[in-house]
């Protein structure tokens, strides 16, 4: 499929290529966490001012999980409880954590007048699969049983995340309808990694190896899964659930130039397929992670305030 970046996303990828920043496959993974880290100060827009952000320690079998909750100035509550959602951040399984994610958790609070709960899950490869699988079910299973101290309408709580953070709103979801979670109001799927397999046709085209490369992807692959048997497991892979039947409304996000546009839209047809409401969102003229970078693209804003109408939408 031609891929024709926009003007400004081509010229944020030029200056990530002039940069000379390592491939993150040449890194160990501590030294990929600092550089997807530091990186946030030149993409990331202007924090928004909120009401409320504070630390949260979630409880769970291994000890605990760190979170952040954020409570805009402007909510929709009803008996004073607001909706929520529970937002896991991408970066492979292997770098992200509440800093990376911080200003898109503020946005997504504020354009969709709700509180959002960004869980910082454990990473791989000191962590591998399913630890981060794990975190997000405790962590959504702990949100909902604590929803009323939260200020949440638990009959509102909606999960989310952009790539890897994706897959593992896609698999809460999925644990959630057969019973291992809460009733989930909405998934909202940024870009999501869903098939391991790999073998949809944008995961071979020269044209969305930006950024997020084809050799990236298989060194995020090789940290986070111990094998082939890990791979074809639908809590990796939730493609492979055995049915889509009976999950909540979905918003779907693809980006042109991105391998996993393919196995994104192929995720949104299922979904719709097996009867889910599904709002499916493609931007052809960007790149994987654009979401995050709302300071030099401003497709990043339009999808932030688009997924917040659609979160309003859900009541």
């Known amino acids: 499929m031609p891929v024709v970046l926009d003007p400004d996303a081509a010229a944020v990828y030029k200056a990530f290529q002039e940069a000379g920043r390592p491939p993150y496959e040449t890194l160990t993974a501590p030294e990929a966490r600092a550089y997807y880290l530091q990186a946030r100060f030149a993409t990331n827009p202007e924090p928004p001012e909120l009401a409320r952000i504070a630390p949260l320690a979630i409880a769970a079998p291994h000890g605990t999980i760190?979170?952040?909750i954020y409570v805009p100035k402007e909510l929709r509550q009803r008996d004073g409880l607001s909706p929520a959602l529970v937002f896991f951040h991408g970066g492979g399984w292997v770098v992200g954590d509440l800093e990376t994610h911080d200003v898109a958790c503020r946005?997504?609070?504020v354009e969709g007048a709700l509180i959002v709960i960004s869980v910082d899950?454990?990473?791989a490869p000191e962590h591998k699969f399913p630890a981060a699988i794990d975190d997000a079910i405790a962590a959504t299973q702990w949100v909902a049983a604590n929803a009323r101290a939260l200020g949440i309408d638990a009959a509102r709580l909606s999960v989310g995340g952009d790539s890897a953070g994706g897959n593992l709103a896609a698999v809460v979801a999925l644990a959630a309808r057969d019973g291992n979670g809460p009733a989930i109001a909405g998934q909202v799927l940024i870009y999501p990694a869903v098939d391991f397999a790999m073998t949809h046709g944008s995961h071979s085209e020269p044209e969305t190896s930006v950024l997020l490369t084809h050799s990236v992807i298989r060194w995020f692959c090789d940290h986070y899964l111990s094998g082939a048997a890990d791979a074809a497991d639908w809590r990796?892979?939730?493609v492979r659930a055995a049915t889509h039947l009976g999950l909540p409304p979905a918003y779907v996000l693809t980006a042109g130039a991105d391998p996993l546009r393919d196995e994104g839209a192929d995720y949104a047809e299922r979904l719709k397929q097996?009867?889910?409401s599904v709002t499916y969102r493609h931007f052809p003229g960007q790149f994987h992670g654009f979401?995050?970078?709302?300071?030099?693209l401003k497709q990043a804003n339009v999808a932030a305030s688009e997924i917040g109408a659609w979160l309003k939408g859900l009541g």
């Open 236 to 238: 990796a892979s939730p």
């Open 107 to 109: 946005k997504l609070a």
């Open 66 to 68: 760190p979170a952040r």
């Open 291 to 296: 979401f995050t970078m709302g300071k030099l």
């Open 121 to 123: 899950y454990r990473l």
């Open 274 to 276: 097996a009867g889910v």
